[in-house]
């Protein structure tokens, strides 16, 4: 069975850090992209950054570009999101998810996604 | 970035009933979209890809439609099991982006 189980999350201050992990197990975790996506309270959901299968290609939303980190260690299984300088509206649910190709030629899709890191940023 | 509406944001509903909701993006995004259904306090769960490809498991109830720029996400006999927020996603370009979501609700 495929289980992305994320932790690290937290209440932080402004401007502070903080490392999400996601340990991914049931597949071959060096053989997948993966994402980073958030969902503040009560809010729709905002795609925050991928890493190839190995770390070839990285992507980041604007809005997180230069504050956060996306990294894996294949070794370990474990995705990662290296947070600095952390905002208010960072303040969410942080999910990781599996990039997959469903069969289709050239497409791929999220089908797998950890129940989710709360990270709060406040003083 | 590509904006993906969904509309109704909204919608009361019946078991039994038929559902049919939108999500119009603001440039052609091909047959590049996908639909996930968020059930409270759940992760999102794929239900249907490449605009009206059923992703593994998932009953034929659930159905898409679309290209270019105007999709249709259907439920053709509505379960109360499918009380949920189902959300349209781009995938033709980076950065991938969401609509904001119709959730559906017992009427």
């Known amino acids: 069975e495929v289980q992305l189980v994320e932790s690290g999350g937290g209440l932080v201050q402004p401007g502070r850090s903080l490392k999400l992990s996601c340990v991914a197990s049931?597949?071959?975790?060096?053989?997948?992209?993966m994402n980073w996506i958030r969902q503040a309270p009560g809010k729709g959901l905002e795609w925050v950054a991928y890493?190839?299968?190995?770390?070839?290609?990285?992507y980041y939303a604007e809005t997180v570009k230069g504050r956060f980190t996306i990294s894996r260690d294949n070794a370990k299984n474990t995705l990662y999101l290296q947070m600095t300088s952390l905002r208010s509206e960072d303040t969410a649910l942080y999910y990781c998810a599996r990039r997959d190709y469903p069969g289709t030629p050239y497409y791929y899709v999220m089908d797998a996604w950890g129940q989710g890191a709360s990270v709060t940023v406040s003083s | 970035d590509i904006v993906m509406t969904q509309s109704p944001t909204s919608m009361s509903i019946s078991v039994g009933d038929r559902v049919t909701m939108n999500c119009k993006a603001s440039?052609?995004?091909?047959?590049?979209v996908d639909w996930y259904q968020q059930k409270t306090g759940q992760s999102p769960k794929l239900l249907i890809y490449?605009?009206?490809n059923r992703y593994t498991g998932v009953p034929d109830r659930f159905t898409g439609s679309g290209s270019g720029t105007d999709f249709t996400f259907t439920i053709s006999n509505m379960q109360a099991e499918d009380l949920a927020v189902y959300y349209c996603m781009q995938s033709n370009s980076y950065p991938p982006t969401f609509g904001g979501g119709t959730k559906l609700e017992l009427k």
């Open positions: 490449k605009a009206s």
């Open positions: 440039q052609n995004v091909g047959s590049n």
């Open positions: 049931g597949f071959t975790f060096s053989n997948y992209g």
């Open positions: 890493i190839s299968s190995g770390s070839s290609y990285i």
